[in-house]
Structures are given as structure tokens and as C-alpha cells.
């Protein structure tokens, strides 16, 4: 009698805490890891596959879909756009490092690269310039352009700004505007 009561109350108390408690008892079937915790989680973890679909079902569905073969914010990716940041910011200190010693600027004015503030955003912005066309590519399944997007961009910074760092003698040939 005692044990009869307090299932009863149990059921209540699932019924109250869990108002779609006939949904959940459906998916029970499916998540027998939530069962008993009376918490109204979703169907799935993932949200394109509908409940009560044939597990071939929607296996057929995703193989249907385009390659995704990774999230864009991997591992790969976090540690490729870090090494972009890091180049960038190499790039950064070897430009101001080249102008303290008379070097002229000759992709930017000196003007800008002057004021650090504006040309440490250009940097963060072609940093995310990067990444917005590595996310591109990702975006139409272009999985090997857009990891070698970081990495061309990566090399060919680190080369300028090493370059920046060897420059011994000014190159004034290339000046625009002189006869
Ligand atoms: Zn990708």
C-alpha cells in the first residue's frame, strides 16, 4: 500500500515537473539515459534528425547532405588561425621595429603605420579577413583551401616580416612617384 503510494506520487510528481511527460516516455525508447531524470531535453542532440525517424532513416538523410566532414572551429583551424594572429602580430612589431630604424613602409603610409593603434587594427582585420575566407571555404566544402588559406597567409607574413627584420639597406628604387 505504502510502495503503491509512493509511485503514485512519483507519477505526479513526473507529470507536474515534465508537462510533455507522453512525449518523454516515447522517447525513452531512444534515450534511456535521460530516463528517470524527469529533465525535458531535446529529442536528439542533433536537431536536423526528427523524433521517431528510423535510425537508417536519417542516416540515409545526412549521407544525402553535402560533405561535412568538421566543424569550422576545430582544432586544426584554432591552432592554423593562431598561428595567422601570431604572424600577424610578428608582422606588427617587425614593421615598427624597420620604421624605428628609417625604413620606409611600402605597403601602408607611413602615416599609418605611425599610428599603432590603426595599424595594429589593420593587422587584427586582416587576421579576420583570414578567417572570414577560410570560413568560406568551409562553407562550400573547399576543406583543403580553406586550411591552406591560414597557412599561405601564415607564410608569407612570417617571411615579410623576417624580411623586415634582415632589411640592412634601404630600397629606394621602388619609390612611387619618383621620376
Ligand atoms: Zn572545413
Known amino acids: 500500500m505504502r ?3 509512493a509511485l503514485l506520487l512519483a507519477a505526479v510528481g513526473l507529470m507536474v515537473c515534465a508537462p510533455g511527460s507522453s512525449r518523454a516516455q516515447e522517447k525513452t525508447v531512444q534515450q534511456t539515459d535521460s530516463a528517470g531524470t524527469g529533465s525535458q531535453q531535446p529529442a536528439s542532440t542533433r536537431p536536423d534528425t526528427p523524433v521517431g525517424v528510423d535510425p537508417s532513416a536519417s542516416g540515409k538523410h545526412i549521407a544525402a547532405r553535402p560533405e561535412k566532414t568538421h ?5 586544426e583551424n584554432d591552432w592554423l588561425f593562431a598561428g595567422v594572429a601570431a604572424s600577424r602580430t610578428l608582422d606588427y612589431f617587425s614593421t615598427l621595429n624597420m620604421r624605428r630604424r628609417g625604413r620606409q613602409e611600402i605597403f601602408l603610409t607611413n602615416d599609418v603605420v605611425d599610428n599603432h593603434a590603426a595599424f595594429a587594427a ?3 582585420s586582416a587576421t579576420g579577413v583570414s578567417i572570414g575566407a577560410a ?3 568551409h562553407r562550400y ?3 583543403k583551401l580553406e586550411r591552406w588559406t591560414s597557412i599561405v597567409h601564415m607564410g608569407l607574413t612570417t617571411t615579410g616580416s623576417v624580411r623586415n627584420y634582415c ?3 634601404a630600397h629606394f628604387s621602388a619609390t612611387p612617384g619618383s621620376p
Open 71 to 75: 566543424g569550422f572551429w576545430d582544432k
Open 122 to 124: 589593420i593587422e587584427a
Open 141 to 143: 566544402g573547399h576543406h
Open 167 to 169: 632589411l640592412k639597406t
Open 3 to 5: 510502495g503503491r503510494g
Open 135 to 137: 570560413y568560406l571555404f
